[in-house]
């Protein structure tokens, strides 16, 4: 079961490029979330889903953009990469109501902008 | 507007003493209430949660958790630290209401967790 899959690992950008992190789950999960982790910032949360075709804005959405097209997958876009956007990016997924709660994350995605 | 503090940005202890992480937060409605730890270079791992109940949450690891909703905290605790317990503790917070951000989970900076020897 491979749980939350993000790609790629690692990825360098020049300023002015675009790029897209893909996130994949294979557990049915109807709620997705993109997040970024920085240094003394913890986790903040840019965009999330509550299911296929959604999409909502979180703390820190300004540059980013996602698609939600399909349930197991959750996409998230830079149309044109700025030095403060290199971070790390974790990708999560949740189960709607009734469950738990429990976030299962993906091993995060390194990014860095020159 | 959910929010989540973790005033400590480290917390040194001894192998074998007890340890207690920090954590208060601020959400509209009946909270939810999450403990993820973080090793190096990976993603989160879900420790603990509160959703209603006993004040007291037991989960992975040995780890414990007390809610006190007149303080609004949520401490992390441990009855004896391991070496291994190093690594990278977030508080996190979502509400149970649909205006008091029901979907959204909300962490706190972290807090480095340094178990000596």
């Known amino acids: 079961n491979a749980g939350v899959t993000q790609t790629p690992k690692f990825r360098v950008l020049k300023t002015g490029q675009s790029m897209t992190l893909l996130c994949a789950q294979d557990?049915?999960?109807?709620?997705m979330y993109w997040y970024r982790q920085d240094p003394g910032m913890g986790l903040r949360l840019i965009h999330y889903?509550?299911?296929?075709?959604?999409?909502a804005k979180g703390e820190v959405p300004d540059g980013y953009n996602v698609s939600r097209l399909k349930k197991q997958n959750f996409l998230l876009g830079l149309e044109s990469a700025a030095p403060s956007q290199t971070s790390v990016y974790f990708c999560?997924?949740?189960?709607?109501?009734?469950?738990?709660?429990?976030?299962?994350f993906g091993e995060g995605s390194r990014l860095t902008v020159l | 507007a959910q929010s989540v503090a973790q005033p400590e940005d480290q917390v040194n202890v001894a192998e074998g003493n007890p340890l207690t992480v920090k954590c208060t937060y601020s959400?509209?409605?009946?909270?939810?209430l999450f403990w993820y730890v973080q090793y190096p270079n990976r993603g989160l791992q879900f420790l603990l949660k509160?959703?209603?109940?006993?004040?007291l949450v037991k989960g992975s690891y040995g780890f414990e958790a007390e809610f006190n909703k007149s303080q609004t905290s949520f401490h992390l605790k441990k009855p004896s630290a391991l070496v291994s317990d190093s690594a990278l503790y977030f508080c996190?917070?979502?509400?149970?209401?649909?205006?008091?951000?029901?979907?959204?989970?909300?962490f706190g900076a972290g807090t480095r967790l340094a178990v000596h020897p």
């Open positions: 996190a917070v979502r509400g149970t209401s649909f205006s008091g951000g029901y979907n959204k989970l909300i």
């Open positions: 999560a997924s949740r189960a709607p109501h009734g469950g738990s709660g429990e976030l299962f």
């Open positions: 509160y959703i209603t109940g006993d004040n």
């Open positions: 959400v509209s409605g009946n909270p939810y």
């Open positions: 557990m049915n999960h109807e709620y």
């Open positions: 889903s509550v299911g296929e075709g959604t999409t």
